[in-house]
């Protein structure tokens, strides 16, 4: 969420910076509403095509929405279809799977070694029980 500092404006999250940059939102201009409106319609839009190509991401060029879970950054994951009504039940081209997919292809790789990773398995387990109460789908799902 934005929130407003001495006038001006200040954006808690970067994520939500670039989605109303990009989506042509304007804090100052625009009400919520709006710059809903507008972050929705360039979603719908560009979903597919939000990718990330990083070192230490296991998909090359995956969704940006993958690559926040991969990092164990699942704010923009857990807050933006909440806050913004954005979809994330979408396959990703690069792999045909969701997001709940890769949550849950991560989950198996951390519960093979799970003395090693007891938070990693907690936290994808709490990310992915919450989105599933949200309506979040698996690949299957959405054919």
């Known amino acids: 969420m934005i929130e407003t500092i001495g006038g001006e404006v200040a954006y808690v999250y ?3 910076k670039t989605l109303w940059e990009i989506s042509c939102a304007d804090p100052k201009r625009d009400t919520f ?6 972050i929705q319609c360039m979603w719908n839009k560009y979903k597919e095509l939000l990718a990330c190509d990083v070192p230490g991401f296991d998909i090359s060029n995956g969704n940006v929405l993958k690559y926040a879970i991969a990092k164990s950054f699942p704010d923009p994951v857990l807050d ?9 039940n979408f396959k990703d ?3 045909g799977l ?4 890769y949550i849950q ?3 198996k790789r951390y519960q093979q070694n ?3 990773y007891p938070s990693q398995i ?12 949200r309506g979040a789908k698996h690949a299957h799902e959405l054919d």
């Open 80 to 88: 933006t279809p909440k806050t913004y009504g954005l979809d994330i």
């Open 114 to 116: 799970p003395s090693a």
């Open 93 to 95: 081209p690069v792999d």
């Open 14 to 16: 970067w994520y939500e």
């Open 33 to 38: 509403e709006e710059a809903k409106a507008k």
């Open 98 to 101: 969701t997001v709940m997919d």
């Open 122 to 133: 907690k936290d994808l387990t709490r990310v992915y029980e919450i989105l599933r109460s």
């Open 105 to 107: 292809k991560e989950l």
